[in-house]
Antibody
Framework: EVQVVQSGAEVKEPGESLRISCKGSGYSFSNYWIGWVRQMPGKGLEWMGIIYPGDSDTRYGPSFQGQVTISVDKSINTAYLQWSSLKASDSAIYYC????????????WGLGTLVTVSS | DIQLTQSPPFLSASVGDGVTITCRASQGISSYLAWYQQKPGTAPKLLIYAASTLQSGVPSRFSGSGSGTEFTLTISSLQPEDFGTYYCQSLTDFPLTFGGGTKVEIK
């Protein structure tokens, strides 16, 4: 059974760093892109970026380039999303999801990680 | 980058009604489009990809059509569990933009 499991909720202060994780199981992790999607409170879905675990090829949405880093450790079937210096405006739910095999649509989603940044 | 515009932003319909949501792309994307349903407090769920291919397990009352710049998601007979927000997503060329969403309410 395919599963995508995300790390738990985080509460951080502005300026702190953070890395959240996304672990895939039940499929060949290296062969499917993993993407990250932001959802700010009461708002729509925003495509942040995507990584191919097989070769770490990574693409970012223009609003997120330089603001976050997407990485992967395929030895433990885990993708990461990290910030070096959080802002209050980074408070949101972050979803990771696996793409379907032949298209970039997301077929398996994690439950989401709630990140709250507040002083 | 491709922009996706969904309409209407909100709709209210009765059980049994047919419902259509439109997604327009700022440039042609062939059939590279997906549709998702998101219910409050839950992750989105893939309904359709490649514009018209129904994801496994999705009820057949959902259908998608279109190509190029105009796409539609149709629910043939609205059911109580179909409430939520529906999003389209471009599947061609990074970034893989989402539309702004259409919130569906059951009257």
């Amino acid at each position: 059974e395919v599963q995508v499991v995300q790390s738990g909720a985080e509460v951080k202060e502005p300026g702190e760093s953070l890395r959240i994780s996304c672990k895939g199981s039940g499929y060949s992790f290296s062969n499917y892109w993993i993407g990250w999607v932001r959802q700010m409170p009461g708002k729509g879905l925003e495509w942040m970026g995507i990584i191919y675990p097989g070769d770490s090829d990574t693409r970012y949405g223009p609003s997120f380039q330089g603001q976050v880093t997407i990485s992967v450790d395929k030895s433990i079937n885990t993708a990461y999303l990290q910030w070096s210096s959080l802002k209050a405006s980074d408070s949101a739910i972050y979803y990771c999801a696996r793409t379907t095999g032949s298209f970039y649509s997301f077929d398996y989603w994690g439950l989401g990680t709630l990140v709250t940044v507040s002083s | 980058d491709i922009q996706l515009t969904q309409s209407p932003p909100f709709l209210s319909a009765s059980v049994g009604d047919g419902v259509t949501i439109t997604c327009r792309a700022s440039q042609g994307i062939s059939s590279y489009l997906a549709w998702y349903q998101q219910k409050p407090g839950t992750a989105p769920k893939l309904l359709i990809y490649a514009a018209s291919t129904l994801q496994s397990g999705v009820p057949s009352r959902f259908s998608g059509s279109g190509s190029g710049t105009e796409f539609t998601l149709t629910i043939s007979s609205l059911q109580p569990e179909d409430f939520g927000t529906y999003y389209c997503q471009s599947l061609t060329d990074f970034p893989l933009t989402f539309g702004g969403g259409t919130k569906v309410e059951i009257k």
